[in-house]
C-alpha cells in the first residue's frame, strides 16, 4: 500500500531513552532493549502503542521489570502493539533472537565475511528490535555488547566507549554511549576481528579526536587514502561551514557485503570496502576521487543528518541533497572547480535527466511512496544537491552561508523538513521563496529554449527565454520553476559585451531570473551583435534548447570566459551532430571538419589543464544523445552513429592525436593527485578516441594494457578494449581475470569491462558468469558491477530489437529478488528507458517486466519499480 506525505503524525508515545544488550554467539544474537517510554501531552489514556518489527518473534516482555500478560500485547513479525499502556513514563523490555548469519537482505543486523555489522537506514532498526523505527524519534542510546573474544575482539557502537572487560567464558564486552539523541536509522554495531590504521584529528576549539579505519586484516595499508580524505573532510567543515566534530571518537568498517556506498551512523560509519580500499595497482584514479568523496560525504552527514535529522522519509532529499552539494563543494575545493563541475553534470545528464523524464520521475521530495528503498536516488542526491546549489546562487555566497549558519543555529538536534530548511534562508535573505519550493515538489527536469535578435540600427539585443516542463507521473500540470540563469554576452572579438539598460525581467549582475513562463529581455547599448553564453557553470538542472548555430556554439568553445560553458558548447555541437546522424541527417563534411578543428585547438591550447582538456575530448554517452533524439530510439543506430562520427573525427587527426598521446606517458611514480590523474585522463580519452575511430588505436591499447604499472592505465586499455571489441579484447578480459582473480573489487572491474562489450555474445558470456557455481551471487558489488553496468552502460545489447537482454536481465533479477530485493530492484531501473524506445524495443521491454510481475512473490521493492515502469 502506499504512504503519503499528507499522512504524516507524530506518534502518541515518544521515546526517552534506549538501553540495549546484544549477546553475540556463533548461532544466535540475543538483543534485550530496554526502553524509556511517555506518552505525549496530547494523548489520550489507553491509546494503544504500536511498535514497528521487520521478521522477529518476541521472546519475552515486561514494563518496569514485570512481565506482562497476554492479553496486555499483541507481537508478530511485523510488529508489537500494547494494547493500553500505562499513562505514565515507563520502561519497557523486549528480548529477541536474531540470526545474522542467514540475513542476506543485508539490512538490519548480519554477518560479512564474519564480521557481524548493522545497516539500519531507513528501515531496518525494526529488523534488531521492536521499535518506533521512524526518523522523528530521536533518543539517546547506550549499547552493550558481549560476544566471544577470539572470533570478535572488536566491538564498536555509537558514541564514546565508556567501559570494556572480560564477561566470562571466553566472552568481553564493550559498553558505548552515544549521548546525542538519535533516530534508530543512525544506529550502527560492529563486532569482528578486524585490523585498523589510528590517526587523530584536533577540532578548531582544541578537542583531539581519535580517527580509526577497520578493515579486514592484512588490508590496513589500503586505508591510508580514505584516512586521509577523512582528515581533510574534518578540515574542511570547520573552514567552509563552521562545523566541528562533537564527539571523542570517529570509527569507520569497511566491509565486503553492503547495499550501498556507504552509512553515516552516528560516530561509526560502514563503509562498502570498494569506497575505502585503494592502492595503486589494484585501485583506479576514479576509485581514490570516489572514496575522497565519499568519506566525505559521510562525514559531513554529522551535521546535515545527524544533528539536524529528517522529519520523516519523504523529506530524505533535506539530508541527503544538502549533503552531496557539499560534498561536491568539498571535491571542487580539493581538486579543480571547472573539471568537478563538469563531472557533476555529466553525471547528472547520464543518471537524473533519463529518470525524470521517464517512468520512475519523482520530485527531490516525493509526496507518496510505496517502498521508500526505492527513493534513494539520482533525483533525491544529485538534483536535490542543485537545488542547493541554485539557492546558494540567488543568495549568492554570504547570504548563502547565512542561511546554513542560522539552519544549524535553529534546527540543531531536530527532525525537521524541506520547509523549514527553506525558511532559514528567506530568513537570512529576505527573499520569498515559496514559488522556488516547486523545485523539491514538481518533478521533471524543465526545457529552456532561448532566441535572440540583434538590432545594429539601435544597438538593441534581443532575448526570449521560455520554459516548458513536460507531465511526470501523477503530476499533469508544471507551473513555472523559477530559474536562475548566469549569463554573459560575448562580442565578436571574444571579449565580455556590455550594455547600458536591460529591461523585460529580472537581471541582476550576472543572473537573470526566468520565473515566469516566458521572457523577453531587451539590452540597449550593446555594441556589436553578442553571442549569448547561457547557464554558466550550470546554474540551473534544464535543458537548454538554444537558437545557437554549430558556428555560434564553436565560438563560445573558443571564447566563453566560463570553462564549463566551453565543455558544453563542444559537447553540444557533437551530441546534435550524433543525434541528427542517428536520425538519419548525415552531418556534412564542413561541420565535421570545424568540431576536429575545434577539439585540436582546445588540445593545443597552453593555458588549460589536462583534466579539463580530458572532459574535452570525451565523446557524450549514448544516454546523453538518445535523450536528445527524445522518441523512437534504436540503441544500436545511436552507438553506431556515435562510432561513425569518432571515426569522421579522428581519421584526419590520427597522427596529431597518437603524438600527443605519446607525450603524456607519465615516468614519475605513481600518486593519485589531481595533476597526473588529470594527466592520465586526457592519454586514456585520447587512447579511447583513437581505438573508437581509428585503425591504430587496438595495437595501442593492447600495448598499453600490458605494460601498464598501475590500475587506471591497465583498467582503461581493457575497458577500451571491450567497449570497441578489438581483437585482443578477448585475450585481455582472460588475462585480467587470472591476473588478479583474488581481488573482488579488482573482479568487480572485470564484470564491469565484461558487461560493456557491444558484440553478439555478451549475454552469453555473462549468463555463464553468473552461472558459475563459485560466482558470489549474494554480494551486492558483484551482482551491481555485472547487471548494473550492463542496463545502464550497453543499452544497445540491454536492448536489444531481439528482447534477449531484457530477459536475461528480469530472469537473473527474479533469482536476486529472494535473496536481495533491494539489488534487484535497483538493476531493474534500468528499464526506465523503455518510453523512449522504438516501438518493436518497447513492446519487448514490456513483455519481460509483464513476464517478471506475473511470478509469484515478489519483493514490494520490486513489484513498485515493475508497476511504475509498466505504468508510466
Ligand atoms: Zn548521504
Known amino acids: 500500500h502506499t504512504i503519503f506525505l499528507k499522512d504524516y503524525a507524530p506518534t502518541p508515545y515518544r521515546v526517552v531513552s534506549v538501553d540495549m544488550d546484544f549477546k553475540i554467539t556463533e548461532a544466535v544474537t540475543r538483543v534485550r532493549t530496554q526502553m524509556t517510554i511517555e506518552p505525549r501531552a496530547e494523548t489520550a489514556p489507553g491509546t494503544p502503542l504500536v511498535l514497528d518489527g521487520d521478521g522477529l518473534t518476541l521472546d519475552s516482555i515486561a514494563i518496569d521489570g514485570l512481565p506482562l500478560m497476554l492479553s496486555a500485547y499483541a507481537a508478530n513479525e511485523a510488529g508489537l502493539t500494547l494494547v493500553e499502556p500505562p499513562f505514565r513514563r515507563f520502561v519497557l523490555e523486549t528480548e529477541v533472537n536474531l540470526k545474522p548469519e542467514e540475513n542476506k537482505k543485508l539490512m538490519g543486523l548480519y554477518r560479512s565475511s564474519g564480521t557481524w555489522c548493522t545497516q539500519c537506514e531507513p528501515e531496518g532498526f525494526r529488523r534488531i528490535t521492536y521499535y518506533l523505527d521512524r526518523p522523528d524519534i530521536l533518543a539517546p542510546f547506550k549499547v552493550r555488547i558481549t560476544a566471544p573474544r577470539e572470533v570478535a575482539p572488536v566491538l564498536l557502537s555509537n558514541g564514546n566507549l565508556i567501559e570494556a572487560g ?3 567464558d571466553g566472552m568481553h564486552f564493550a559498553l558505548w554511549e552515544d549521548p546525542f539523541p538519535k533516530p534508530a536509522y543512525l544506529f550502527a554495531l560492529v563486532a569482528g576481528a578486524l585490523g585498523s590504521i589510528t590517526d587523530t584529528f584536533t577540532t578548531m576549539s582544541g578537542r583531539k579526536v581519535d580517527l580509526a579505519i577497520y578493515c579486514t586484516h592484512g588490508k590496513e595499508p589500503e586505508c591510508a587514502y580514505a584516512m586521509d580524505s577523512l582528515k581533510r573532510s574534518m578540515a574542511w567543515d570547520e573552514k567552509r561551514f563552521g562545523r566541528e566534530y562533537d564527539l571523542d571518537v570517529f570509527n569507520i568498517v569497511a566491509v565486503a557485503d553492503f547495499n550501498f556506498g556507504a552509512m553515516e551512523n552516528k560516530g561509526l560509519n560502514i563503509f562498502n570496502d570498494k569506497l575505502v580500499f585503494a592502492l595503486p595497482e589494484t585501485a583506479s584514479d576514479a576509485n581514490y576521487a570516489n572514496i575522497e568523496r ?4 559521510e562525514y559531513f552527514h554529522n551535521w546535515t543528518g545527524n544533528r539536524i535529522t529528517c522529519r520523516d522519509w519523504f523529506q530524505l532529499c533535506l539530508k541527503e541533497g544538502l549533503t552531496v552539494y557539499r560534498d561536491q563543494e568539498f571535491s571542487s575545493d580539493e581538486r579543480s572547480r571547472p573539471v568537478q563541475r563538469i563531472h557533476d553534470v555529466e553525471n547528472l545528464r547520464i543518471t537524473q535527466f533519463p529518470e525524470d523524464g521517464g517512468p520512475l520521475a519523482h520530485p527531490p521530495r516525493p509526496d507518496r511512496y510505496r517502498e521508500i528503498n526505492n527513493f534513494y536516488t539520482t533525483t533525491v542526491y544529485q538534483k536535490g544537491s542543485e537545488v542547493v546549489r541554485m539557492l546558494a546562487t540567488l543568495l549568492g555566497e554570504a547570504g548563502f552561508r547565512k542561511g546554513m549558519d542560522l539552519y544549524f543555529e535553529r534546527h540543531d538536534g531536530e527532525a525537521t523538513t524541506i520547509e523549514a530548511f527553506l525558511k532559514v534562508f528567506e530568513d537570512a535573505s529576505g527573499l520569498d521563496l515559496s514559488q522556488f519550493a516547486r523545485w523539491y515538489l514538481q518533478a521533471g527536469t524543465p526545457t529552456v529554449t532561448a532566441n535572440d535578435s540583434y538590432d545594429a540600427a539601435s544597438q ?8 516548458t516542463t513536460a507531465p511526470t507521473p501523477n503530476q499533469p500540470d508544471k507551473p513555472p520553476f523559477v530559474i536562475p540563469i548566469k549569463f554573459g554576452l560575448i562580442g565578436p572579438n571574444g571579449s565580455p559585451m556590455g550594455w547600458t539598460g536591460v529591461s523585460g525581467g529580472t537581471v541582476k549582475d550576472d543572473i537573470i531570473v526566468l520565473d515566469g513562463d516566458t521572457i523577453t529581455l531587451t ?7 553578442p553571442v549569448p553564453s547561457l547557464f554558466r557553470g550550470f546554474s540551473a538542472p534544464v535543458r537548454l534548447a538554444s537558437s545557437l548555430s554549430q558556428q555560434d556554439l564553436l565560438f563560445l568553445a573558443r571564447h566563453d570566459s566560463d570553462p564549463f560553458n566551453r565543455w558544453d558548447a563542444l559537447q553540444t555541437v557533437t551530441t546534435n551532430l550524433m543525434a541528427g ?25 597552453t593555458s588549460l589543464d589536462h583534466a579539463f582538456k580530458a572532459q574535452v575530448i570525451a565523446m557524450p554517452d549514448e544516454a546523453v544523445i538518445a535523450r536528445q533524439i527524445g522518441a523512437n530510439v534504436d540503441p544500436f543506430t545511436v552507438a553506431q552513429s556515435r562510432k561513425a562520427l569518432i571515426g569522421a573525427i579522428v581519421g584526419p587527426a590520427a597522427d596529431r592525436l597518437s603524438a600527443i598521446y605519446e607525450d603524456l606517458s607519465i615516468n614519475e611514480p605513481y600518486s593519485p593527485d589531481a595533476a597526473q590523474a588529470g594527466r592520465r585522463s586526457l592519454r586514456n580519452g585520447l587512447l579511447s578516441l583513437l581505438t573508437a575511430g581509428s585503425e591504430r588505436g587496438a595495437a595501442l591499447a593492447e600495448a598499453q594494457y600490458y605494460a601498464a604499472t598501475n590500475m587506471t592505465d591497465r583498467y582503461a586499455a581493457l575497458a577500451i578494449s571491450a567497449r570497441n571489441w578489438t581483437p585482443a579484447a578477448l585475450a585481455l578480459l582472460g588475462d585480467f581475470r587470472t591476473r588478479f582473480g583474488g581481488d573482488p573489487l579488482v573482479f568487480d572491474k572485470w564484470l564491469v569491462a565484461s558487461s560493456q562489450a557491444p558484440d553478439e555474445g555478451v549475454i552469453e558470456r555473462m549468463r555463464a558468469i553468473l552461472a558459475a557455481p563459485d560466482f558470489p551471487r549474494t554480494n551486492p558489488n558483484r551482482l551491481r558491477s555485472l547487471l548494473g553496468s ?6 544497445a545489447q540491454f536492448a536489444r530489437a531481439d528482447g534477449l537482454g531484457f530477459r536475461f536481465v528480469t530472469e537473473a533479477a527474479a533469482e536476486i529478488d529472494h535473496v536481495n530485493p533491494q539489488v534487484a530492484a535497483r538493476v531493474l531501473t534500468g528499464f526506465r528507458i523503455l518510453p523512449l524506445l522504438e516501438p518493436k524495443r518497447r513492446e519487448a521491454a514490456r513483455a519481460a517486466l509483464e513476464a517478471l510481475k506475473n511470478l509469484q512473490g515478489l519483493s514490494r521493492n520490486t513489484g513498485d519499480i515493475v508497476d511504475r515502469i509498466l505504468a508510466g
Open 166 to 168: 572480560d564477561a566470562g
Open 294 to 297: 565519499v568519506i566525505a560525504h
Open 460 to 467: 538593441t539585443y534581443t532575448l526570449t527565454l521560455s520554459q
Open 523 to 529: 539590452f540597449t547599448g550593446v555594441a556589436n551583435r
Open 581 to 605: 546522424s542517428a536520425a538519419g541527417k548525415a552531418p556534412s563534411n564542413g561541420d565535421i571538419d570545424a568540431l576536429r578543428q575545434a577539439i585540436l585547438d582546445t588540445l593545443g591550447d
Open 790 to 795: 550492463f542496463v545502464m552502460s550497453n543499452p
